[in-house]
């Protein structure tokens, strides 16, 4: 096919030194963002020099002559004039460019990696609980970074993958453990030493100065003594006079006890006493008195008992009628309950 420009300020469209080093592509109009290789170049005996500022090139770049009258053939390239020879790429593009590495992805793929195989170590797996969750997020980041996406999607299946394998590696684990002890007769052992250590002391008698008062129910200022030796005191009620500091004074008759707890036993006791007392029925409110005579009442011991050694404080009580008395204690939780009275 020939053709004859028409417009000798316009050359037809193809490549062209742009005067920076490259090839760009002219589309017969402007210059377009194409760009390729410099190639050798054309018969400038048979090429028209064109000038670059022509093209909308930049200023003093490289110039191809242009007659006013040329003929042109049509090519693969755009129209080049009759007879000349060329190199220039069959068709306009960009040059394909070398992909970019997605650093994030790569290193949520290691680290994934990494993760999977503790998770999959049994009593190591808390390292692999560690790394993964880092390595799933870092692959979602890196899905929306520019540069190859393989390396974060496989991150992220790698990570999710590998919980789901930890989570199963640790439950086998943790089953295996569990029978072993069972079989191991662990368990039975660690049973029978909370029963005993928990299980409340049984009573006695009621000792000789309880004046053979038995443990069902014993009159105020009895002693009850438990099987270890431990015993403790209620004395009998006497009226209280509550103080200006007193709280907790609020019913028909104010009376006050004295507790004691003696231990005869090999052991410490660690004293936890929390007695109730009712008056006919009605339940007694506890007095609290730092400003009462003869020192503060209300706040029980806390110091252990030493063997051989004994404790004693004081106790008021707000009641509804002093002759109607029940109260139920014991030294700690280890002792089973007492109740002493003075109905009759």
């Not at 004859?4 to 030194?17: E, S």
């Not at 930890?166 to 439950?171: D, P, S």
């Not at 007392?277 to 400003?291: K, Q, Y």
């Amino acid at each position: 096919m020939i053709a004859t420009m028409t417009d000798p300020t316009k050359p037809p469209a193809g490549w062209y030194d742009d005067g920076r080093g490259q090839q760009r592509y002219w589309d017969g109009t402007q210059w377009t963002e194409h760009t390729a290789p410099l190639t050798p170049p054309v018969d400038q005996a048979a090429t028209p020099p064109y000038d670059a500022a022509t093209l909308g090139g930049p200023p003093g770049a490289g110039t191809t002559a242009y007659g006013d009258t040329t003929a042109y053939s049509g090519t693969s390239t755009g129209m080049v004039p009759a007879g000349a020879t060329t190199t220039m790429p069959t068709a306009p593009g960009r040059p394909p460019e070398p992909g970019k590495v997605n650093v994030l992805g790569v290193v949520a793929l290691v680290i994934a990696a990494v993760g999977f195989v503790f998770a999959c170590i049994p009593f190591v797996q808390l390292v692999g609980l560690v790394l993964l969750p880092i390595a799933f997020v870092l692959a979602i980041v890196a899905l929306f970074l520019p540069g190859a996406k393989w390396p974060a999607i496989t991150g992220l299946i790698v990570s999710v993958v590998g919980a789901i394998v930890g989570a199963i590696v640790f439950a086998v684990v943790t089953i295996g453990v569990v029978g072993q002890v069972v079989d191991s007769g662990v368990i039975p052992e660690i049973e029978e030493q909370l029963e005993e250590e928990f299980s409340p002391v049984p009573t006695e008698e009621a000792s000789d100065d309880a004046g053979g008062a038995s443990t069902e129910a014993l009159a105020f200022g009895d002693t009850q003594a438990w099987d270890d030796g431990v015993s403790m005191t209620v004395s009998e009620p006497e009226p209280f006079t509550p103080s200006d500091l007193a709280a907790g004074a609020d019913q028909a008759e104010d009376v006050i006890f004295t507790l004691t707890i003696t231990n005869d036993s090999s052991e410490n006791v660690q004293p936890v006493v929390l007695p109730s007392l009712d008056s006919d029925g009605v339940e007694a409110t506890r007095i609290f008195d730092v400003g009462a005579e003869g020192g503060q009442v209300g706040i029980p011991p806390t110091t252990a008992v030493l063997p051989g050694e004994s404790i004693t404080w004081r106790e008021a009580w707000s009641v509804a009628d002093a002759d109607a008395l029940t109260m139920e204690a014991a030294p700690s939780f280890r002792y089973e309950d007492v109740t002493w009275t003075n109905e009759r």
